[in-house]
T-cell receptor, first 115, second 114 residues
């Protein structure tokens, strides 16, 4: 079956530092990868959508300068949170799918704590 | 822009009670509608989807019917179990320029008391 692994599961970083999180698709080719942030209130915010052979599209309030994303092949994506501050805390979820007619499969997320 | 509204933020039920979680959406055209479930420490898992008016999606005893007239996709289950305790999300997807992004509702925390 289609699985998505995210690592690390949990990370703590000091305010002003950066951290990188990774997303691995297993059992299918991830032609699209969506990165979300889930706030403590449980709402999902889409950060950006990366589709093979297309530019990465960032949502309003999120920028490449703050959340650079790499999607180098059909099984892997990474995102870095640069210069993290308290408001960047949350669960970062990676969802991947194999094509326009496929559903997104989500990983378990990377929980970011900023101190 | 597209949006999804879930009326109930939290629902507390006893085992074997009937469940309804209300979901209304706002989007042009014919979005695909989804219900996801999220257990503690995990990402959201797809329960089921529906793509056209009057289509019913179902899984594990849960069901919802796409109603374009009322722009709704309410989740129902006839008899809940303690193991159904989780957070439920209604979502929609609409193809724009070849990209399909998922827009989630705010989520409903379901607690089932044995």
């Amino acid at each position: 079956g289609a699985l998505v692994y995210q690592y690390p599961r949990r990370t703590i970083c000091k305010s002003g530092t950066s951290m990188r999180m990774e997303c691995q698709a297993v059992g299918f080719q991830a032609t699209s990868v969506a990165w979300y942030r889930q706030s403590p209130q449980k709402t999902f915010e889409l950060i950006a959508l990366s589709t093979v052979n297309s530019a990465i599209k960032y949502e309003q309030n999120f920028t490449q300068e703050k959340f650079p994303i790499s999607h180098p092949n059909l099984s892997f994506s990474s995102m870095t949170v640069l210069n993290a501050y308290l408001e960047d805390r949350g669960l970062y979820l990676c969802g991947a799918r194999g094509g326009q007619n496929s559903d997104y499969t989500f990983g378990s997320g990377t929980r970011l704590l900023v101190i | 822009g597209d949006s999804v509204t879930q009326t109930e933020g939290q629902v507390a039920l006893s085992e074997e009670d009937f469940l309804t979680i209300h979901c209304n959406y706002s989007a042009s055209g014919y979005p695909t509608l989804f219900w996801y479930v999220q257990y503690p420490g995990e990402g959201p898992q797809l329960l089921f989807r529906a793509s056209r008016d009057k289509e019913k999606g179902s899984s594990r005893g849960f069901e919802a019917t796409y109603d374009k007239g009322t722009t709704s996709f309410h989740l129902r289950k006839a008899s809940v179990q303690e193991s159904d305790s989780a957070v439920y999300y209604c979502a929609l997807s609409r193809s724009t320029g070849g990209n399909n992004k998922l827009t989630f509702g705010q989520g409903t925390v379901l607690s089932v008391i044995p």
